[in-house]
């Protein structure tokens, strides 16, 4: 049960502060980030324009890294909610950055193949689903729970900034050095964030866990998904992206591969569009907590899934040019602020009312659910493309994107107000649910 409160007037002027221990956060993701935007715009220029990959091949390896997240995301938020997010941080970045070292070192040897990125794409996906989970649930460790939306709007500003920079330096490194040798910035970037994460203090585990006896993972990931499923809003929300993440497998899968082909974009062209849709996200997770403050939870969603689709015409219309590059990077823009702004919230929404103990393997069934259903979208899409064309798939993506306005709309998400926060009478049982399997429950069968 949750209820929805008033304003609360605050007994000082001043916000308090989010923390040594979230900027040090926030400075090491925001490092990793810039290295994987350097990687975004490398991969598909390594792979299309110097190994001349195909529309299928190019829909596979977009499938390859995100297959990880679909076998790994469940058993994952198990692992965060039990260990040490820190060292769990700490040690993804170390093996992230050996992974990435493969491609170049692969090209000085003359090896360098679509199977060598297979692998890579593959690998590297399985380390980022572990980190990724550790990097969300540290961050209610770290801020006091009235301050969740103002740091996940600052993760989202500092994170749109990164992919700005990332996008941008990483058009230039591929243009000076090329693609494979860029890749050595992104093995940079992961040591930086590990270094950044180590100096964290250790947030400690909440005192719920210290009580709890340990069960076997399959119940806890149980747990996470029962949760998930009977607490309202987190169900409509999770199924809302998750129809979303299967809009973006598709259109994800070959947007590169489309600019770099059809429209003749090239690399640098490639980076444009990417760089000035990070700014969006950036302006978009800036002025996040001022839009909901202004109009409530329920129709900044639903006003910010609507846009996603919207902004997505444009590549379905476009062609070569300067011109229509410029325009779909305004297109990207608004679509990734929109995509911010909405993400920045529901994942407020969602942690505001999620039990401490829970909150890695709630995030984790969506996780699972948003972005596991990624690698099956992205052999749709290539198939789909090798069938009717790139532009059909690209169109067929943009259509899936439009379903998740009207399950919001019929939803209580679409009705909130104010941010939701645990009733003061509720327990943990009262959130998670009454009847709980056994503790030695299987692992049930799966799903954005």
Not at 57 to 85: E, M, W
Not at 116 to 139: D, N
Not at 146 to 170: E, I, K, W
Not at 287 to 298: K, N
């Amino acid at each position: 049960m949750v209820t929805l409160p008033g304003p609360r007037p605050s007994a000082r002027g001043k916000a308090p502060a989010l923390g040594p221990g979230f900027r040090l956060y926030l400075s090491g993701e925001s490092a990793g980030l810039v290295g994987t935007s350097v990687h975004l715009v490398a991969l598909p220029t390594l792979a299309v324009l110097e190994l001349d990959a195909t529309a299928g091949q190019a829909a596979l390896l977009a499938s390859l890294a995100h297959l990880p997240t679909f076998l790994l995301a469940l058993p994952a938020g198990g692992i965060v909610d039990r260990y040490s997010k820190r060292a769990l941080l700490v040690g993804t970045n170390l093996a992230g950055a050996a992974v990435v070292t493969v491609v170049p070192v692969a090209a000085l040897a003359g090896v360098l193949s679509m199977p060598v990125l297979y692998g890579v794409a593959l690998v590297l996906g399985a380390v980022s689903v572990l980190h990724q989970a550790a990097a969300i649930a540290i961050v209610p460790q770290l801020v006091e729970p009235t301050l969740l939306h103002r740091a996940n709007a600052r993760v989202g500003a500092a994170f749109g900034a990164a992919d700005t920079a990332g996008t941008s330096l990483g058009t230039a490194v591929v243009a000076a050095v090329g693609a494979a040798r860029a890749f050595w910035l992104d093995a940079l970037s992961y040591l930086v964030s590990a270094c950044c994460a180590a100096r964290i203090p250790e947030p400690g585990r909440p005192a719920a866990d210290e009580s709890r006896p340990r069960r076997r993972l399959a119940g806890e990931i149980w747990e996470g998904l029962a949760y998930t499923a009977r607490t309202p809003l987190v169900r409509d929300l999770v199924l809302a992206l998750t129809l979303t993440g299967v809009g973006v497998g598709v259109t994800g899968a070959l947007f590169a591969y489309y600019l770099l082909t059809a429209l003749e974009a090239g690399p640098t062209g490639l980076g444009i569009v990417m760089g000035v849709s990070g700014a969006g996200a950036l302006a978009g997770a800036l002025v996040a907590p001022r839009i909901v403050s202004r109009f409530g939870p329920g129709p900044t969603l639903l006003a910010g899934f609507a846009t996603c689709p919207a902004a997505g015409v444009p590549l379905l219309v476009a062609g070569p040019g300067p011109v229509w590059l410029a325009v779909l990077a305004a297109a990207g823009a608004l679509q990734l602020a929109a995509a911010a702004v909405a993400g920045t919230t529901q994942r407020s929404v969602r942690q505001q009312i999620c039990p401490p103990q829970l909150q890695a393997r709630a995030q984790q069934t969506s996780t699972w659910l948003v972005s596991g259903s990624k690698p099956f979208a992205a052999l749709a899409a290539g198939a789909v493309a090798t069938a009717y064309g790139v532009r059909a798939a690209l169109a067929a993506g943009t259509l899936l994107l439009v379903l998740p306005v009207p399950v919001l709309w019929r939803s209580p998400v679409s009705r909130l107000t104010v941010m939701p926060v645990p009733s003061a009478s509720d327990d943990d049982s009262a959130l998670v649910g009454r009847e709980q399997p056994p503790a030695d429950a299987d692992q049930p069968a799966p799903r954005p």
